[in-house]
């Protein structure tokens, strides 16, 4: 909302373990808001997500959720 809000861009960005004690950081092209309503949120959000889809996918071992996905 704030990038809408303000045109600015997302920067998204990822941490990767190569090895024990080796990390790569993973810097994407800036996504830019295409205005600022509720539907450029949601386009944003999208955009971000097929970037982060591609990540969890490929090294989903090194993702972690922090509330849980099903409920006990």
Do not use: H, T
Not at 16 to 43: C, Q
């Amino acid at each position: 909302m704030f990038a809408c809000r303000f045109g600015a861009p997302v920067i998204p960005g990822v941490v990767l373990k190569e090895k024990p004690g080796v990390y790569r950081a993973v810097v994407g092209d800036p996504l830019w808001p295409s205005g600022r309503g509720p539907e450029a949120v949601k386009e944003l959000l999208e955009k971000l997500a097929l970037v982060l889809e591609k990540y969890i996918s490929r090294y989903g071992e090194q993702w972690y959720r922090f509330e849980p996905v099903w409920a006990d």
